[in-house]
């Protein structure tokens, strides 16, 4: 079996499953991983393994986001949504990693108790969105370039 992201109408998903995700009660297990200290509590999301692959080859910039332990909640969670591109949450996340402080991660960890009350923030992928992938291409700013 392949594995594939969530799509809204998808048929992997219980009536269970869907309560759990609702509530967010699915993310509880990964409160053991942050009290063994295999994730933080603020972080780039981990991803599939398979995703993994695929966006590191489309996207090199990924590689820099697996440096740093991943978290419960992070940048691209409050300011995005579950659905968000794989592209902007790797700017978001690689925001984070660029701009990190204890005070910002106190900042989204209360972003975060908002975000949970937030019912569109857990929606699924719609089946389009799945296979639309935009590699991210740097754009040159005349800061970089003085001479233009």
């Given at each position: 079996m392949k594995n594939k992201s969530v799509t809204s109408d998808d048929d992997r998903i219980t009536p269970?499953?869907?309560v759990l995700r609702k509530f967010r009660i699915d993310e509880l297990p990964q409160f053991l991983n942050i009290l063994k200290g295999e994730m933080s509590v603020?972080?780039?999301r981990p991803e599939?393994?398979?995703n993994v692959?695929?966006?590191?080859?489309e996207l090199p910039e990924f590689e820099y986001r697996l440096r740093v332990k991943a978290g419960l909640t992070g940048y691209a969670?409050?300011?995005g949504k579950y659905n968000t591109s794989p592209r902007d949450k790797?700017?978001?996340?690689?925001?984070?990693i660029e701009n990190y402080s204890i005070w910002k991660d106190?900042?989204?960890?209360?972003?975060?108790?908002?975000v949970f009350f937030k019912s569109d923030s857990t929606e699924a992928f719609g089946e389009k969105e799945t296979e639309k992938f935009i590699p991210y291409v740097e754009e040159k700013t005349s800061e970089e370039n003085p001479d233009e």
């Open positions: 269970v499953g869907k603020v972080g780039p599939m393994l398979e692959y695929e966006y590191t080859s969670q409050i300011a790797l700017i978001l996340d690689l925001m984070y106190i900042k989204l960890i209360l972003q975060t108790l908002i």
